[in-house]
Each structure stands twice: as structure tokens, then as C-alpha cells.
């Protein structure tokens, strides 16, 4: 086997390498929207308050994954459920305290920037305060009920305090996506440039050519 086959066997294995690279990568793309909120709940003496914040989405396409995460400074976080809305109107309860475990007069305080993720493989049951971290939901709800619906639009993130004795102050949410926009006109304008594995690819391709030309007896 001289020189030249050894070359093309190369860069073909390469070009084989890429192109498994290209189509086995997620499709899609990634973006986070917060902000501070800095709203409190009130008086220890009062129940059923309701804390609500809107974010607006400005990116079009599918959901494929969605995930919250939130920054709670409250001395019970046992007295809490939070839900999520999105455009389409859809309500998801993704925290309700579960109490089968609880021991009475013991208070559990803050989410410490807590991302609920249905990908984690640890319950928010199975957290432990300041819940600094990514968490499974407990509630009625999923994120996963999200997934396939659109993303452009007012999410609302709803933090209702039901019990009183305990207070505190809802600080800071956030919402990350995995977002396929590919069908976006805009997308689809921005994006008429190959990606660079496809550019690279091309390159492969050029490079096997000329090998094989240069291969050929004269």
C-alpha cells in the first residue's frame, strides 16, 4: 500500500468521524433569561400570598428542554408551591412541599438559586436546605409538559406563600432553554453560512479529491 492510499484511507476515517459528529449533536440552541425580582411576602401573619413574575421570551421555536431555576430567601420554604405558565396558558405546579416526611415544628428555609430540571436524577424531596443545585419537580406538573410547545411569549413564574409564620423575600428567577428554531424564517437567514463542522468538512472533502487525483498513475 504506498503513501497515497494511506493518506485517502485517512482522511476519509476523518471525514466519517465528522460527519458523526454533525448529525449526532443536539440541534438547537441554548439561552437563559432572568432577572432580579426583589418581592416580599409580608407580614408573618399573612397567608395565601401570591408573588408573580412575567418574562418575556423573544426567541421563536420548539422547546426541547426548559428548566427553572429560582432564588428564594423565605424561613419555610414548607409553606410554598410555584407554578409556571407558559404562553399557550398552560399552567404546571412544579413545587408542593411534601409533608408525609416532615417533622412538626421544624422549619426548612431558601432556594438558593434552585433549578428545577425533570432531567436531574434527584428529587427536590431528596434536597436539603438551601437546595443549592439541580432538582427533579414533586409536583402535579412536569416540565416535560413544556417541551414541544412554543417558545416566543410571556412565560409567568407564580411563588404562592399559604401558611402563616414564616416570611421572606422572592429574589431572582430564571428560565433556561434548549430552543429548535430551525424553522424561524429569521433563523434560517442568519444561518445560510455552514456551521464549522460542515465547513470542515467540505474542506475534507476537497482534500480527498486532490488525493485521489494525485494517487492516479500517470
Request: aromatic fraction near 12%; proline fraction near 4%.
Amino acid at each position: 500500500m504506498d503513501c497515497h492510499s494511506t493518506n485517502l484511507r485517512l482522511w476519509v476515517a476523518v471525514g466519517i468521524c465528522i460527519c458523526i459528529f454533525q448529525y449526532s449533536a443536539p440541534a438547537g440552541e441554548y439561552y437563559s433569561f432572568g432577572r432580579s425580582v426583589n418581592k416580599s411576602f409580608g407580614e408573618e401573619y399573612l397567608r395565601d400570598v401570591v408573588l408573580t413574575e412575567d418574562i418575556f421570551i423573544p426567541v421563536e421555536g420548539t422547546i426541547i428542554d426548559v428548566d427553572l431555576a429560582l432564588d428564594i430567601d423565605h424561613t419555610c420554604i414548607c409553606d410554598l408551591q410555584i407554578y409556571l405558565r407558559s404562553p399557550a396558558g398552560e399552567y404546571r405546579c412544579l413545587f408542593s412541599y411534601d409533608w408525609s416526611n416532615h417533622k412538626i415544628g421544624t422549619k426548612i428555609p431558601d432556594f438558593y438559586w434552585t433549578v428545577f430540571d425533570d432531567e436531574s436524577t434527584v428529587s427536590i424531596n431528596d434536597g436539603q436546605s438551601p437546595f443549592c443545585g439541580l432538582y427533579r419537580p414533586n409536583g402535579s406538573g412536569s416540565l416535560s409538559d413544556f417541551y414541544g410547545q412554543q417558545s416566543c411569549g410571556m412565560w409567568q413564574v407564580k411563588v404562592c406563600d399559604l401558611v402563616y409564620g414564616s416570611t421572606g423575600v422572592f429574589k431572582g428567577v430564571r428560565l433556561d432553554f434548549h430552543i429548535d428554531t430551525e424553522s424561524s424564517i429569521e433563523t434560517l437567514s442568519v444561518n445560510s453560512t455552514p456551521e464549522p463542522s460542515t465547513g470542515l468538512l467540505l474542506v475534507v472533502s476537497a482534500l480527498i479529491t486532490t488525493l485521489r487525483r494525485s494517487s492516479k498513475p500517470v
